[in-house]
């Protein structure tokens, strides 16, 4: 069976690239055709999952996609993007437009090939954990501790919360190689704490730990793990606002066998890959779609079916979609004040800055974190402990614990009064006993 199965996937890649060779796909940059945007026109041959593809190449690249226009009924995909930087710029860098025209173009069924091959290829200089459970004052910084006392560097992470659930993908390294975990004991032992600190006094809902040398897109990973923990359900008596919640609709046009879904919420960046990447996963296709973000508000309209070629069929499964579209929504929403920390990387430095957090009484609502050259670059959006803006003060004495250089302030605290609410407020709050800062090092090193 399994044989049967491989040969079967084989032979799918080498139609697939014979249809490649036969119709290759085209890309067409234009920088003229439009007064404030880039133009990036993709014509190719259609296959499931294509959408996803190029508009992940595009937020790969932090483009911000103003307008698009997708075709793909038929074996024919066409879709114009209307694109710029994060500036509102049109994209002029030659480096940059030799990537998307590569990575879309001719040759990008090989890169295509080789983006599904990554999720299962073993990685040296990392290990990826993926972690998801009940989430609770403390969770991080449990998390880090742990990973802190087991000898393992956070060199980058992606955490989000939603509807009383965690996730995370952090990579890590050994604290003395730098490289990638691979004693099966110490990886065992690693699963075995985290999924203890995850479990916590929540018996109710289940936590997953999963230790893999793979990678994969970190995005498409915390959608995947948030779907599958179903944090699109809510109880009545978490119900957010009405208001606050993202505008998702959902008819079916019964003279074209097309579900039509509309959505109107805040525009953000990554908003047209987290629609899609849910559409996606749901084994939903897309075959025509209008999307206009140049104003505050985004406004997506996309025509579809099931895999299978059926529209939706009924009120149940309507209100699915319109619950994992309004969750893929708030998933990424950013509340709060924006704080960026650079500094020399070290082991352990993500659990004491969380820490330091919590003892100014700050909750972080989500998290960033990267290295680059040894420098740990990382993102952290904060309100204080009643989910209310962060008081200027607060601020300046977290700068003066930290550095005044290395942690600053993206825009004004003000901003996050009209920030959209999510149900959840309270991930890094620290449950260990408060310790002087001196004790981290911290201190001594920035001051």
Not at 145 to 152: H, S
Not at 198 to 223: I, Y
């Amino acid at each position: 069976m399994e044989t049967s199965i491989s040969y079967s996937q084989d032979m799918d890649d080498e139609y697939e690239k014979l249809i490649q060779r036969m119709n290759p796909p085209r890309v067409v940059i234009d920088n003229q055709a439009c007064k404030n945007a880039t133009v990036i026109r993709v014509d190719s041959a259609n296959k499931q999952g294509i959408l996803l593809e190029v508009v992940q190449v595009l937020t790969d690249l932090n483009l911000i996609i103003t307008k698009a226009y997708i075709s793909s009924d038929g074996g024919w995909f066409m879709d114009v993007f209307h694109v710029t930087d994060e500036d509102g710029n049109k994209i002029t860098e030659e480096n940059v437009l030799d990537y998307i025209r590569k990575s879309l173009g001719p040759d990008s069924w090989f890169l295509s090939t080789l983006r599904k091959s990554v999720a299962v290829k073993p990685s040296m200089e990392y290990t990826s954990i993926e972690l998801i459970g009940s989430d609770r004052p403390g969770l991080l910084s449990e998390v880090s501790a742990v990973l802190t006392n087991l000898k393992c560097n956070v060199v980058n992470a992606e955490v989000w919360t939603h509807n009383n659930r965690a996730a995370a993908v952090m990579h890590v390294t050994d604290e003395s190689t730098r490289s990638a975990i691979s004693d099966p004991e110490r990886l065992s032992l690693i699963k075995e704490l985290l999924r203890n600190v995850l479990k916590g006094s929540n018996k109710s809902r289940e936590a997953k730990t999963v230790v893999a040398h793979g990678a994969t897109n970190t995005d498409r990973r915390l959608h995947q793990m948030m779907f599958a923990d179903r944090d699109y359900e809510r109880a009545n008596d978490e119900a957010q606002d009405e208001k606050q919640r993202p505008n998702v609709d959902v008819v079916n046009w019964h003279d074209k066998d097309y579900s039509v879904v509309t959505i109107r919420c805040k525009d953000r960046p990554k908003l047209l890959f987290d629609t899609v990447c849910t559409l996606t996963d749901m084994q939903y296709v897309v075959f025509h779609a209008n999307v206009d973000a140049e104003s505050p508000e985004a406004y997506q309209e996309y025509y579809i079916r099931h895999i299978d070629g059926s529209p939706v069929k009924s009120d149940a499964e309507r209100q699915r979609v319109v619950q994992c579209l309004e969750a893929a929504i708030e998933r990424r929403v950013s509340e709060g004040t924006k704080l960026e920390l650079c500094t020399n990387d070290r082991v352990g430095l993500l659990s004491d800055v969380t820490r330091i957090f919590r003892e100014n009484s700050l909750t972080v609502t989500r998290a960033e974190v990267s290295t680059r050259a040894d420098k740990a670059i990382n993102t952290f959006y904060v309100r204080d402990a009643s989910g209310s803006p962060v008081d200027a003060k607060t601020i300046e004495a977290i700068q003066q614990v930290i550095g005044q250089t290395i942690l600053k302030v993206k825009g004004c605290p003000e901003e996050a009064k009209s920030a959209q609410e999510s149900p959840t407020r309270f991930l890094f709050a620290g449950l260990f006993k408060s310790r002087s800062f001196y004790n981290f090092g911290l201190v001594k090193s920035h001051s």
